[in-house]
């Protein structure tokens, strides 16, 4: 068991990030509680509890910034929670350093999609110009299976999928991520714990820094530079996949 004052200082730091990018911080918070002494399986489904809670207080600060397309969060959201679900209770049967190693390499190719430079000038705009709908339900079926199996919201693999396959610019990537999380963590949440690997007492002790956190860094997404967010996020992806190696 972590102690208060620790599960608070994980849940300001990865709530901060987790606002600032959109990405619901499970790709943090798993390998801080593994870290912690927690089992994986036990990481992984506290992590979408903390999630589901902590992401609604960056979708608000989002949605008020404008920087939602409720098309594309609605769309993502009907591919991704039966996915989480099935992504849920395949966990359960895979074995824990197969889960570790596809995590691993998720985080480093994710890294590599945003740190490469990118050749479409739109697509590190302020605005919206067309949207590839077409990609949307593999985005969303993608996200939800890993959120379920790996215990990461889904919101790691929407953002840099949102920019490079759908066309959407960094900031809307973000904001929109942010909302459509919401509903895949939620669904894969209540299936881990109905297998009992959520640890309650944890989760009820990061949550409140994970609020307040991602409240914060959603605020500064429109004062940061689409290109510095992108560097930033790729190093951000890389530095936890070497350290779940360790």
């Known amino acids: 068991m972590i102690s208060s004052a620790v599960a608070l200082l994980i849940g300001v730091a990865i709530g901060f990030i987790a606002g600032l990018f959109g990405v619901g911080g499970g790709f943090l918070i798993v390998p801080a509680l593994t870290f912690a002494g927690l089992p994986l399986s036990i990481a992984i489904g506290t992590s979408l509890a903390c999630i ?3 992401s609604m207080s960056s979708a608000a600060m989002h949605v008020r910034g404008g920087r939602v397309l409720y098309r ?12 989480a679900i099935a992504g849920s209770y395949l966990s359960t049967v895979i074995d824990e350093g197969v889960i570790r190693v596809l995590f691993v390499f998720l985080l480093l190719y994710l890294a590599y999609t945003f740190a490469r430079p990118n050749n479409e000038g739109s697509g590190d705009g302020d605005g919206v110009s067309e949207v590839k709908y077409r ?9 939800g299976l890993a959120s379920g199996l790996l ?3 889904g919101g790691i693999i929407n953002v840099p999928l949102f920019h490079e ?3 959407i610019p960094v900031k809307y990537a973000v904001g929109t991520s942010s909302l459509a999380l919401f509903f895949t963590s939620l669904t894969a949440a209540y299936a881990h714990y109905t297998l009992g690997q959520v640890d309650i007492t944890t989760a009820a002790m990061i949550v409140p820094g994970l609020m307040a956190g991602s409240f914060v860094g959603a605020h500064l997404v429109s004062r940061i530079p689409a290109g510095g967010l992108k560097r930033a996020f790729a190093g951000l992806l890389v530095l936890t996949a070497v350290k779940m190696l360790v």
């Open 151 to 153: 215990g990461v919201s």
């Open 52 to 54: 589901t809670v902590g």
């Open 72 to 83: 594309v969060a609605l769309m993502t959201a009907a591919f991704s929670i039966p996915m």
């Open 135 to 143: 990609h949307v339900p593999f985005i969303g079926a993608f996200s």
């Open 165 to 167: 396959l759908a066309g």
